[in-house]
């Protein structure tokens, strides 16, 4: 009988066909497009069926497919080559930038070469019965390929159950006693007796106390904090014994082939993606960060009249620390220092202050945002009602109006005291001309692209809660204030007592202290950067701009130079400033929040509308203190954890 195809009929000349040309021909067709109510795919697979039963060639081509490399094509695909997030990263990028040199045969490298995706996994699902039966007698492996590929995969598992790090997420017992130590005895049992059902029990047993050790490690984890790497290799466990499994059920004559088959071509899609890869673990991490975010959002904010005038009054204190740390900022300006010294030196006088704030319990009123939506998540999260998760967003913008307030009219009023004082010591104002104009038209909103740099500071803002609540999640995943405590050489240092008293204030500070260390930096380096690029970017913070406005006026009132009109811009700029401030940053931190928690849209919108009837009606409530008697719960008041 002629061949219908003639390429098919020249790729099947010869004793022996070449399994990798036969495949590519295949895929060649389409799989969605049909002809005469059948998949061009499906009929080209229906022909090459029945070309190599005429010819004779089924015996060879299952030869071929039966390759030794059978048992990597099994067990590896669609998992990490890696059991390290880093490495497994690293070798795809290497992967998708530098071809590599695979051994000739090799079922795995063959498979990855064809670059099928999800359509060809979902066609091979959707293939009829007496193909799926055909090409099942066709490729099969052998019983022992399957046993082999099982416990190739529980070797490899036990290695990274048994690893120090994950045994100590599940310290009980010895390590002797982890059902990771007996995996590779119960799946060879199981594979080489797979009618014994004594060693089907044991096998069952020890999957369901791997699977009992995985929960209990990600129950510490999220008790503590996270590690991306243990999660992956979490994960790595989890797909390994769901894969051991599936063998193991072939082994003995069970399974689905087709969809076996379709899950190795899904696998082999998605082994080169970064984001799959990264998916997963760092939105487990960013969960974390987030929930510690939370956490210390929740300090601020003002749930009731007596937590408002607190709030109020560490505002107060924080804008006279910004004062002083303004007419640091130009004197620093002012030395001939190298742009890298500079630099450091601006950034440690941002971090000292704002690190002496969190010292004092004072508050900076735009570093609040990004705390304060993380905290609006959890409770977004705990679904206790839309009425308590609009008034916590009032509670949100009440505090923030009343820190910002509190900045402000501190900042500005000491800043001008320090500008009569510098006047009564040296006879002149803290600024020189061309400063003090610079400083006062850098809050014009009309100019220098003082909204566009508000927005862009808020970025910063964002960024800074963020190494805040990583260092938190660092912290607790470390137990370092545990660990400060109760070590054995600071003991030997400063006694017991103090290394307790050392652990509290790790414990309280730690995420503070990092976090503004950060923002320090941040708000410094970052225009730096953007200016060895040519692009002009400036830092406009608006407690920060409040103190320099105030002494840039004060200077050109000295010297008989102020420009009453721009002094008013000015006031509007920093009403601006504030507002872009808060608005990025917390934006941006809850954007982060909800993704990290995967809340819906549908949430989100619904929680939008009501803020906005809610503010229609009662404006006064999102901006003014709360009425005596008028209280809102932590939503996490009653959790222990929290």
Request: some cysteine; charged content about 20%.
């Amino acid at each position: 009988m002629p061949l219908p195809d003639p390429r098919l009929d020249e790729l099947l000349n010869g004793d022996a066909p070449k399994l990798e040309p036969l495949l590519r021909w295949l895929l060649e067709a389409s799989p969605e497009d049909s002809v005469d109510g059948e998949a061009r795919r499906t009929s080209r697979l229906r022909r090459l069926h029945e070309a190599l039963e005429i010819r004779g060639l089924t015996a060879s081509l299952s030869e071929e497919w039966n390759h030794t490399s059978a048992i990597r094509l099994l067990a590896e695909t669609g998992l990490p080559d890696r059991t390290s997030l880093l490495g497994e990263g690293f070798l795809r990028v290497v992967d998708r930038i530098i071809p590599r040199l695979d051994q000739e045969g090799d079922l795995y490298a063959l498979l990855d070469r064809l670059d099928l995706d999800g359509a060809d996994a979902a066609w091979i699902e959707r293939l009829p019965e007496d193909l799926h039966v055909a090409c099942s007698a066709l490729l099969s492996p052998p019983r022992e390929i399957w046993v082999h590929a099982a416990l190739l995969l529980a070797h490899r598992a036990a290695a990274v159950g048994l690893s120090r790090d994950l045994l100590a997420l599940d310290p009980q017992g010895s390590d002797a006693d982890s059902p990771f130590f007996h995996l590779s005895r119960a799946v060879r049992k199981r594979g080489e007796q797979p009618q014994d059902h004594q060693w089907k029990a044991a096998w069952e047993a020890c999957r369901a106390d791997c699977a009992a050790v995985l929960a209990r490690a990600h129950a510490n984890l999220e008790a503590r904090g996270v590690s991306t790497d243990l999660v992956f290799r979490l994960e790595l466990l989890e797909a390994q014994l769901q894969r051991i499994d599936r063998l193991l059920s072939f082994a003995s004559g069970e399974g689905n082939g087709a969809a076996f088959a379709a899950e190795l071509v899904r696998g082999s899609a998605a082994q080169h993606g970064l984001r799959s890869l990264l998916n997963t673990s760092v939105k487990r991490l960013a969960r974390k960060v987030v929930e510690h975010t939370g956490e210390t959002g929740e300090h601020y904010i003002a749930r009731d009249r007596r937590e408002w005038r607190a709030m109020g009054w560490s505002a107060v204190g924080g804008g006279v620390l910004t004062a002083g740390t303004a007419l640091f900022k130009y004197g620093l300006s002012a030395l001939p220092l190298a742009p890298l010294l500079l630099g450091l030196s601006l950034s440690f006088n941002y971090a000292a202050s704002f690190i002496l704030m969190q010292l004092l319990g004072f508050s900076l009123a735009s570093k609040q945002p990004a705390m304060t939506a993380a905290a609006l998540a959890r409770a977004l999260e705990s679904q206790d009602g839309q009425a308590r998760e609009i008034e916590l967003v009032a509670a949100i913008t009440r505090t923030q109006v009343i820190t910002t307030l509190g900045n402000v009219f501190s900042a500005i009023p000491v800043a001008l005291v320090i500008a009569a004082g510098w006047f009564w010591l040296r006879g002149r104002g803290p600024l020189g001309l061309e400063t003090a104009l610079h400083g006062l038209h850098a809050n014009h909103p009309l100019h220098a692209s003082t909204l566009i740099f508000a927005a862009a500071t808020g970025v910063l803002l964002w960024l800074s809660s963020l190494a805040a609540g990583w260092a938190a999640n660092w912290s607790a995943y470390r137990r370092l204030p545990e660990a400060l405590a109760q070590s054995h050489r600071i003991h030997a240092l400063v006694g017991a007592r103090r290394a307790e008293s050392l652990g509290r204030f790790v414990d309280h500070h730690i995420s503070g202290i990092i976090g503004y260390g950060a923002l320090g930096g941040l708000l410094i380096f970052v225009p730096m950067a953007f200016a060895f690029a040519g692009i002009p970017l400036e830092v406009r913070h608006v407690t920060l701009q409040s103190a320099s406005l105030a002494l840039a006026c004060a200077s050109l009132w000295i010297q008989g130079a102020l420009p009453w009109g721009d002094v008013l811009w000015g006031l509007l700029g920093i009403g601006l400033i504030g507002i872009l401030n808060f608005a990025v940053s917390f934006a941006l931190a809850l954007a982060t929040a909800l993704r990290a928690r995967d809340l819906s849209g549908i949430d989100r919108r619904r929680l939008w509308l009501g803020i906005l009837k809610a503010f229609n009606r009662q404006p006064g409530r999102f901006l003014l203190p709360p009425k005596s008697g008028d209280t809102l719960e932590s939503p996490h008041s009653g959790d222990p954890h929290a």
